[in-house]
C-alpha cells in the first residue's frame, strides 16, 4: 500500500515543476493566491495510489515538467504530467555465467566442505523446527 502521506522530496520535486510552468504564464494559470491550493492538489493527486521512489522518480519527475514546458499552451492536468512521465529505467540484466557444470560441482563441493566443518547442515537440508 502507498505511503499516505507525501514525502517532502516528492512535495518540493512537484512544488517547484509547477512554479516553473507558472512562470511561463501558460493560459489558464493559477493566480498567486490560488498556487499553494493547486499544489497541494497536484501533490495528493499524483502521490496517491502509486509507489514513488526518490532515487528513481526524482529525474522522471523533472523530465515530465521539462516535456509539459515545452508543449503547453494551457496550464496542464495532473493526467498530462503522467503521460508525459518517463518509463522508470530498467535495471541491467545480469549476464549469463560461464561457469562448467564441472567447476559448479566443485564450487558446490567446497562449499558443502565449509557448511560441514562449521557445523551446518548441507544447503537444502532440513533444519530442525522447519519444515
Do not use: Y
Not at 6 to 19: C, E, H, M, S, V
Not at 38 to 43: A, K, L
Not at 72 to 100: H, K, V
Not at 108 to 124: C, F, I, N, Q, V
Request: proline share 11%; charged share 25%.
Amino acid at each position: 500500500m502507498p505511503n499516505k502521506r507525501p514525502r517532502a522530496w516528492f512535495a518540493d520535486a512537484i512544488g517547484i515543476g509547477l512554479k516553473g510552468l507558472r512562470a511561463m504564464r501558460p493560459e489558464g494559470h493559477p493566480g498567486a493566491d490560488e498556487m499553494e491550493p493547486c499544489t497541494i492538489m497536484w501533490i495528493e493527486a499524483l502521490w496517491r495510489e502509486r509507489h514513488w521512489d526518490a532515487a528513481l522518480d526524482a529525474p522522471r519527475i523533472q523530465t515530465a515538467f521539462d516535456r509539459l514546458a515545452v508543449g503547453m499552451l494551457r496550464w496542464p492536468m495532473p493526467a498530462q504530467f503522467l503521460r508525459l512521465l518517463p518509463d522508470r529505467a530498467q535495471p541491467l540484466a545480469l549476464p549469463e555465467t560461464t561457469i562448467s557444470p564441472e567447476k559448479r560441482a566443485q564450487v558446490r563441493a567446497r562449499l558443502a566442505d565449509l557448511r560441514a566443518s562449521l557445523g551446518k547442515p548441507p544447503a537444502g537440508a532440513p533444519t530442525k523446527g522447519k519444515k
